[in-house]
């Protein structure tokens, strides 16, 4: 409205204006978000004598070089942490997020006595701190024969896993009108086909939101698969790297910016593929959670 009454000059020069605040909004977030991958490609390929030259350019790549890579995956089993992460991160989010669909559907559409109470414990059992779990946690990983082993991985993940998913996917629920279900099951549907045929499906940008959060929390995992994990060929990406390639305060930062590079690379491509459902998701629980 301020606009339309503006000479057609002045109207130019302050669209002109809020483009180019636009533009440089958008171009500090994307150099601040991409400057440490940026950094961490070039670290990767640049040789010893340039990475540890103070006068030159810590942009510019002389001479590239991929012995940093081969030290990688010559030295140690950079591939086996890398199919050890994928398999963990990704049966514990799909555990999770079958327990976090049961169990967030049943507090947002069931009613029974201690409902919300309820709700409420699972979000405070997500809150409490992983410092403070994991030494019981490995006494009873002893006690099952699954210390030093992926599965011990696959069955505590889910431990702060399956609160974080239900309780996010319960405002999602929230957000279906009841009247869907109804008309469903005056069809009928049972409980369980309503959920399948109608709730799920309106609610997949939420599920796969919830998956994608639950996927990023079991990769970047440290502290459970430090303490759990002792034998090099079951290590993950996240404990793996460090510790192979921080040997006392020698650091090998060639190799070490390769697998930090290499490890982003599966959740920057899942996120790729679901970007999408992942912002109808967001926008979904910002407006109707």
Known sequence: MAVTGLLPGQRRRRLAGKTIMVYATVAFFLITTLLPFVWMAISSVKPN?????????PFVVYSPTLEHYGYLFTKYPFARWMLN???VSVISTAFSLVIGILGGYSLARLRFRGAEAMGLGI???????????FVPLVYVMKLLGLFDSIWSLVIVYPTFLIPFCTWLLMGYFRSIPRELEECAMIDGCSRMGALFKIVLPLCLPGIVSAGLFAFTLSWSEF???LT???SAANKTVS????????VGDTFFWGSLMGAALLGSVPVALIYSFFMEYYVKGLVAGAVKG
């Open 239 to 246: 404990v793996g790297a460090v510790g192979a390639l921080t």
């Open 223 to 225: 502290i459970y698969a």
């Open 228 to 230: 759990f994990i002792q």
């Open 49 to 57: 004598r340039e990475l540890y030259n103070l006068e030159q350019s």
């Open 123 to 133: 979000f405070i059992t997500y809150l409490v701190p992983r410092t403070l779990l």
């Open 85 to 87: 992460t994928f398999a």
